[in-house]
């Protein structure tokens, strides 16, 4: 299990159709991987949470575009593909006092590593606890 701290942005806009397709087309064209992504919509607004290869490049890219977004750190944890990997991140977690306000991952072909993304009430804290 390796951690890193990282950033995520946070990008939200009206909800309409061929919205992934036209953040993922200006992204992509300036030469930039989209390694995590996480959308939900609430109420008529849409929200992705990205990680990009180029966090600085990709805020340019979005105020270029009239997208409104924040910008969260985060930690990323690689785990490999072995039962019971999550449960052992959750138990770290738990048993060093880290709540989480959010989480979500990545999936990869069987034996390869997986991405984790979270954020929690001590960033700092969970990159000691998981030995990064």
């Not at 306000?101 to 960033?123: A, L, R």
């Amino acid at each position: 299990m390796r951690a890193i701290k990282a950033e995520e942005i946070v990008v939200t806009a009206e909800n309409r159709m061929g919205l992934l397709l036209d953040l993922s087309k200006i992204i992509s064209a300036a030469d930039i991987n989209i390694r995590a992504v996480s959308a939900w919509t609430v109420e008529g607004n849409a929200f992705f949470r990205l990680i990009t290869s180029d966090c600085a490049k990709t805020k340019d890219i979005l105020n270029g575009s009239g997208y409104s977004f924040q910008q969260k750190e985060v930690v990323i944890v690689e785990l490999p593909d072995e039962i019971g990997e999550l449960n052992n991140l959750a138990s770290k977690l738990k048993s060093s006092g880290i709540d989480l306000e959010y989480i979500y991952g990545t999936t990869s072909k069987p034996k390869y590593e997986t991405i984790i993304v979270f954020s929690s009430n001590n960033n700092e804290k969970a990159l000691e606890v998981l030995g990064s």
